[in-house]
């Protein structure tokens, strides 16, 4: 008897399956749609916004501080190009002035590793390759 009471309260007419099966499908329809232009969205602008850190090999823009003379070894002084991309790149952006971004030169690579966000990034190659033009007309 209890069985077959629990029989015909799982009686569905193929017009509620039916109905059932369409709210399901809107369901995950509103959820993909909401991931799309909810979440993705939030990431792809989140990366946008998130410092990335790049090298850049600069040995041809940096001079030698030739420091034989007093019987130290030979340098690289990065401070003029350091200078020059912190007062053309977004100025506020720097470390010095409270900003994210960070420039640091190595001398055994003669290369820059900044910190900075992927537009600034992107300024900087157009600088330093504006810089390297500039070398080659002298």
Same mark, same amino acid.
Request: hydrophobic share 45%; with cysteine; net charge positive.
């Given at each position: 008897?209890?069985?077959?009471?629990?029989?015909?309260?799982?009686?569905?007419?193929?017009?509620?399956?039916?109905?059932?099966?369409?709210?399901?499908?809107?369901?995950?329809?509103?959820?993909?749609?909401?991931?799309?232009?909810?979440?993705?969205?939030?990431?792809?602008?989140?990366?946008?916004?998130?410092?990335?850190?790049?090298?850049?090999?600069?040995?041809?823009?940096?001079?030698?501080?030739?420091?034989?003379?007093?019987?130290?070894?030979?340098? !690289?002084?990065?401070?003029?190009?350091?200078?020059?991309?912190?007062?053309?790149?977004?100025?506020?952006?720097?470390?010095?002035?409270?900003?994210?971004?960070?420039?640091?030169?190595?001398?055994?690579?003669?290369?820059? !590793? !900044?910190?900075?966000?992927?537009?600034?990034?992107?300024?900087?190659?157009?600088?330093?390759?504006?810089?390297?033009?500039?070398?080659?007309?002298?």
């Amino acid at each position: 008897m209890v069985f077959g009471r629990i029989r015909s309260m799982f009686r569905f007419s193929l017009h509620t399956l039916l109905f059932a099966v369409l709210l399901i499908a809107l369901l995950l329809t509103g959820f993909r749609i909401g991931f799309d232009r909810g979440w993705a969205a939030g990431q792809e602008k989140l990366r946008q916004e998130s410092n990335v850190t790049r090298t850049y090999v600069v040995g041809d823009l940096v001079e030698e501080a030739d420091r034989k003379a007093a019987g130290l070894a030979t340098s !690289v002084d990065f401070a003029p190009l350091i200078a020059s991309i912190e007062k053309t790149i977004d100025p506020t952006s720097w470390e010095n002035v409270g900003g994210p971004g960070c420039i640091q030169g190595y001398a055994v690579t003669r290369s820059l !590793v !900044v910190t900075q966000l992927p537009a600034a990034h992107e300024e900087i190659v157009v600088l330093l390759e504006s810089l390297r033009r500039d070398r080659l007309r002298r």
